[in-house]
T-cell receptor, first 117, second 108 residues
Framework: QVQLVQSGAEVKKPGASVKVSCKASGYIFPSYGISWVRQAPGQGLEWMGWISAYNGNTDLAQKFQGRVTMTKDASTSTVYMELRSLRSDDTALYFCARVDNTGYDRWGQGTLIIVSS | DIQMTQSPSSLSASVGDRVTITCRASQSISSYLNWYQQKPGKAPNLLIYAASSLQSGVPSRFSGSGSGTDFTLTISTVQPEDFATYYC??????????FGQGTKLEIK
């Protein structure tokens, strides 16, 4: 079955970086893009960006440009999202989601990132 | 980017009620509108895509309608498991699929 499995929760200090992984299985990896969405505590869903699993092209929301890098490793069917210069307001649950013609049809379980001194 | 606005932000209902949530886009998005349900601490779940198509496995009490800039999600008879937060999402501006701010459905 189609699955997206994300890496585990992390606690980081302000100014540090974090790299979250999203491992896909159960489908042909290059056939679907992956988007990253985050959700701060008690808040709504925020689209961060997208990566093509076919050629690695990315499109990032303006607020994350220069601070976020999205990459892929086709050999392991894994997508990565690195967020740098962490601030307290980056504390959130981070999701990866498979992008289908219908929308985001499969989601990872979420990765909690806590930024605290 | 296309802005999505949902109303209301929260809604109280009883089991068995009919509930409607609306979503408005800042520009015409044809029928490129999706609806998700999210429960606390869990990933969202796709309910409706292309404004009115029911995702496989989703109960038929959920329905969607609309086109252009105005859309609605209706739950015909609310069940206990339906109390959650609902988000609309435009999929017109690929790949920048932005979300509405959410509507929390609470038990009255």
């Amino acid at each position: 079955q189609v699955q997206l499995v994300q890496s585990g929760a992390e606690v980081k200090k302000p100014g540090a970086s974090v790299k979250v992984s999203c491992k896909a299985s159960g489908y042909i990896f290059p056939s679907y893009g992956i988007s990253w969405v985050r959700q701060a505590p008690g808040q709504g869903l925020e689209w961060m960006g997208w990566i093509s699993a076919y050629n690695g092209n990315t499109d990032l929301a303006q607020k994350f440009q220069g601070r976020v890098t999205m990459t892929k490793d086709a050999s392991t069917s894994t997508v990565y999202m690195e967020l740098r210069s962490l601030r307290s307001d980056d504390t959130a649950l981070y999701f990866c989601a498979r992008v289908d013609n219908t929308g985001y049809d499969r989601w990872g379980q979420g990765t909690l990132i806590i930024v605290s001194s | 980017d296309i802005q999505m606005t949902q109303s209301p932000s929260s809604l109280s209902a009883s089991v068995g009620d009919r509930v409607t949530i609306t979503c408005r886009a800042s520009q015409s998005i044809s029928s490129y509108l999706n609806w998700y349900q999210q429960k606390p601490g869990k990933a969202p779940n796709l309910l409706i895509y292309a404004a009115s198509s029911l995702q496989s496995g989703v109960p038929s009490r959920f329905s969607g309608s609309g086109s252009g800039t105005d859309f609605t999600l209706t739950i015909s008879t609310v069940q206990p498991e339906d109390f959650a937060t609902y988000y609309c999402q435009q999929s017109y501006s690929s790949p920048r699929y932005t979300f509405g701010q959410g509507t929390k459905l609470e038990i009255k």
